[in-house]
């Protein structure tokens, strides 16, 4: 009996023990919290047999193998008598004890109480954390957007049943990341307050009933199988219900009050559910992680998945599953799953190559391009295998600017949109009446609209002015405005790391350009993102022995107009020329202000000093940045000026007057600023001119930084989560357009309103007159296909009479009808690229197109399309006179339409 109450005695010894060093621990985990707020990173304690398990790091991505380093931890510190399983859960309880005292955990589930997500909730996170019960999977992922919850945990798939689909519909709309998976063992039993032979109903979640039905179909065949969203609710029911029955887990019993009639009844005993843990934020890769990659190919291309899936062979990453789910965007479209593995045994850059070289055979992202037809530029132009441009016949009123249509050119925007699948209309020129026009149609089609604004104006001006207020119609209308600036440079100024936060989402931040924007348009702030230009830095390297040792030379490359402050720069130059001997000038552009260049180079004679190209192609921009030392940018207005990080990328020191968004564009130590006066501009570039002499800089330097401050991949990647967030938008309808418009004035909202109207009238006779079934879709190529023909290297350029075309090969395109044509064509007729089609002119008007014939080697003579619009319309329309070559192999299904008036 003394030997019994001495090891009580112990034993409360312990406990007092154990509860200081708990206290203890748990302060440090608070202090930790602390140290680490400011991040936003709080840290759940340091870890010594767990799976570094932290409230800002659950895990990167799902590991198992992790997992099971952390029961090896456990197993090797654990001396017994007590069981790893038991130590598991007392440290599990622990870290759970430890998240509580620094933030309130919320963790969304598949509930009710006692599902199986609840279980491996509990099995994950412990039982301190507040755990939020949600009716259905796609509940717990809108739970944990929204941010009521933390984290959220969602079946994703069975051992016995496979894949839960809810789960994998929802991650295809969704910017959470997932950050850890958990692996339940799962143990069915048959729970009702009925007897066996009596039960009537069975219900069950889907997993449940295919988990179990070999049981069933052996003693319950005839009972009626009812699914539900979870089998927690399953029980709920079988509760209230005489004769019904419930598949589900054990702790669903004691619950809701239900007596177990038969434990065990799945068909495996091996049965498990992997689970995801949801959040919103991810971290850096590590040794072992897995990769989830989703995409989708064309589905009318023979061989187009297994050319993807061949990529990951070619750089020896194991697939270990793979599923495939409707894309519920287009009919017979479907979206892939592939899993693979990661960590040590694959390099991490062999999976990026792998995922980048994947993007060439996937469904993706196609730019069409729509501008008025100049010169001989008319029809379609392929560019790439993603960008086509439409050249439509438009009348041109200056400068290549289009003649306004207001109602026009919906017509020949319509036909394109429906050929071209169009679901995104992106204009990007606020002096466009061709985007404005564009977006206005868009919308009344019912599309999604973005506008990204390169403009910076006040209200000084009449032109200004009403530039301002037919810009602020338009954009009353659209659902997202990216403005032109340089986000990086923003946030530097406001101590804030901004890069990491975009590429999670769009999110809207500070800028010149942006406050303009809203200023001008009444934007909500919200629905505007900032997203800079790029260059192809590659294309942009400092060549110095090109440069002449000595003189200082000083680039100009500008439009010669009033905005971009000529006037200041022709006052300038002969006072520089003056002041520093070795200074020269290479001017190059064109405008209405050259004649005011030439006229003060013989006034001061400076023919020796400033020279003036003229005009500069884009490609020999470079050849004229690498002869100079100094690049003087000397505009009065600015939102993004690339020229300036052109020059820098070249090795430049910059010098520009501090307009508009100039100052976010380059570093500090990049550029010199100045007023936009006279003797400001004097003695920046004087400043200039001593600091290379000096050699104080080396703007050779200035390459390496800025091929990291400026990618087009980047800004891509960006513009995309624009355009995710804005196809996941609801639609406004017809009377929320008329509201938005009516509110730009007293006047000009009455007129917009009816400018609407007229639109959407004009749209129903379209579509009344010329049905959208009669427009032809436009056919697809895959990449691999298009590379053969030839790439970018296709000339589509078109000329009147006989086009001499080899004939290798050929698109095996064609329909059995002609293409508008009420007849069939007869004899041999268009010919198309890389080959001919058998088919002539048809009866009214429209093209006869039978199958795809293969060429054979040798040169073939295709007749000349007269009526080369004819396809985009029904019977009956006819633009003619724009002569252009038709090829049959239309790229990829598209997403964006570019319209604007520039040359392309």
């Not at 010594?48 to 456990?74: I, P, Q, T």
């Not at 985007?435 to 019912?446: P, Q």
């Not at 357009?737 to 009238?761: E, P, Q, S």
Request: with cysteine; proline share 4%; hydrophobic share 35%.
């Amino acid at each position: 009996m003394g030997d019994l109450t001495a090891l009580r005695h112990k034993i409360d010894s312990l406990d007092v023990s154990i509860i200081h060093l708990l206290n203890e621990r748990a302060q440090v985990s608070v202090d930790i919290g602390a140290a680490k707020k400011a991040l936003d990173a709080v840290e759940i304690g340091r870890q010594l047999v767990w799976n570094d398990f932290r409230s800002s790091r659950v895990h990167s991505h799902a590991r198992k193998a992790n997992l099971r380093n952390g029961n090896r931890k456990v197993s090797r510190l654990n001396k017994g008598p007590l069981k790893d399983e038991s130590l598991n859960a007392i440290f599990r309880e622990i870290m759970s004890a430890s998240i509580s005292l620094q933030k309130e955990l919320k963790v969304g589930y598949l509930g009710p109480a006692g599902s199986f997500s609840h279980q491996a909730a509990i099995e994950r996170f412990g039982d301190s954390v507040l755990y939020i019960p949600q009716e259905q999977i796609k509940d717990v992922f809108t739970l944990v957007e929204k941010g009521r919850a933390t984290y959220g945990i969602v079946p994703f798939e069975n051992s016995t049943h496979g894949s839960v689909v809810q789960t994998l519909d929802r991650l295809m709309d969704t910017n959470l990341k997932i950050r850890a998976e958990s692996y339940l063992t799962i143990h069915q039993c048959l729970l009702s307050n009925s007897p066996l032979k009596s039960i009537k109903r069975i219900y069950s979640h889907p997993q449940g009933f295919g988990q179990s039905q070999k049981w069933l179909d052996a003693h319950l065949p005839n009972a009626e199988r009812i699914n539900v969203s979870s089998t927690s609710l399953a029980a709920e029911i079988a509760a209230r219900e005489t004769g019904s029955a419930a598949i589900c887990s054990e702790t669903c019993a004691s619950l809701y009050g239900l007596d177990i009639l038969e434990r065990d009844i799945e068909d495996l005993k091996t049965n498990t559910t992997r689970f995801f843990v949801l959040g919103t934020s991810s971290d850096k890769p590590t040794s072992d992680d897995k990769l989830l990659v989703r995409f989708t190919v064309d589905h009318r291309q023979p061989g187009a998945l297994c050319d993807g899936l061949k990529v990951f062979k070619d750089h020896n990453i194991n697939l270990t599953k793979i599923d495939s789910r409707p894309s519920r965007e287009r009919p017979w479209h479907y979206v892939f799953y592939v899993e693979c593995q990661g960590g040590k045994e694959v390099d991490e850059e062999a999976i990026q190559a792998a995922v980048q070289e994947l993007s060439k055979y996937c469904l993706e992202v196609c730019v069409i391009i729509i501008t008025h037809a100049y010169g001989h530029r008319a029809g379609v132009r392929y560019v790439t295998n993603g960008l086509k441009v439409y050249y439509v016949p438009m009348g041109i009123v200056y400068s290549q600017a289009s003649f306004p249509t207001i109602f026009g050119f919906f017509p020949i925007f319509r036909a394109i949109v429906i050929r071209e699948e169009i679901d995104i209309v992106h204009g990007h020129q606020a002096f466009s009446s061709m985007c404005l026009e564009g977006i206005l149609h868009g919308r009344t089609m019912g599309l999604k609209a973005c506008f990204t604004d390169h403009s910076l104006f006040g209200f000084a001006d009449a032109s200004s002015i009403l530039t301002n207020k037919l810009l602020k119609w338009t954009l009353s209308d659209i659902d997202h405005v990216i403005c032109v600036s340089n986000t990086r440079q923003v946030c530097n100024c406001l101590s804030v790391l901004f890069l990491t936060v975009f590429l999670e989402r769009s999110v809207p931040t500070h800028s010149i350009s942006k406050e303009n924007t809203v200023l001008r348009a009444a934007l909500n702030p919200q629905h505007v993102s900032v997203i800079p230009n790029a260059i192809v830095a590659s294309q942009f390297k400092p060549d110095t022995s090109k440069r002449d040792p000595t003189k200082i030379t000083i680039v100009v490359i500008s439009r010669l107009v009033y905005r971009k402050g000529i006037d200041l720069l022709i006052a300038v130059i002969p006072r520089i020329c003056a002041m520093h001997q070795r200074a020269r000038f290479i001017n190059g552009g064109d405008g209405p202000k050259r004649i005011d260049l030439e006229q003060m180079r013989e006034k001061y004679l400076l023919h020796d000093r400033v020279e003036l190209l003229g005009p500069v192609k884009h490609h020999d921009v470079v050849k004229v940045l690498n002869q100079g030392d100094i690049f003087l940018n000397t505009s009065l207005t600015e939102a993004f000026c690339i020229a300036i990080v052109e020059a820098a990328s070249c090795g430049l020191l910059v010098v520009s007057t501090k307009v508009g968004g100039v100052p976010e564009v380059l570093p500090r130590h990049m550029i010199n600023f100045s007023k936009p006066e006279e003797d400001d501009l004097v003695v920046a570039v004087s400043k200039a001119i001593h600091l290379i002499r000096s050699r104080e800089v080396n703007p050779v330097t200035f390459h390496e930084e800025l091929k990291e401050m400026y990618s087009w991949s980047n800004v891509a990647e960006r513009t995309e989560k624009v355009y995710d967030e804005i196809t996941r938008s609801p639609t406004p309808p017809l009377i929320e357009r008329l509201r938005r418009y009516y509110g730009c004035g007293v006047f000009a909202g009455k007129i917009f309103c009816l400018v609407m109207a007229i639109d959407y009238l004009i749209w129903m006779f379209l579509e009344w007159l010329f049905p959208k079934e009669e427009v032809e879709i436009a056919q697809t190529v895959d990449y691999a296909t298009w590379r053969r023909m030839g790439g970018n290297n296709i000339s589509l350029v078109p000329r009147k009479g006989p086009v001499m075309q080899r004939g290798k090969e050929s698109f095996p395109y064609g329909t059995e009808r002609g293409f508008r044509g009420r007849g069939r064509g007869r004899g041999r007729g268009q010919g198309y690229r890389g080959g001919y089609f058998r088919g002539g002119r048809g009866r009214n008007g429209g093209f006869g197109a039978r199958q795809g014939q293969h060429g054979e080697e040798g040169y073939y003579k295709p007749s000349f399309i007269e009526d080369p619009w004819q396809h985009l319309f029904p019977p009956g329309y006819t633009e003619r006179n724009v002569p252009v070559e038709r090829p049959v192999d239309d790229l990829s299904t598209t997403v964006e339409v570019n319209t604007e008036a520039n040359n392309m």
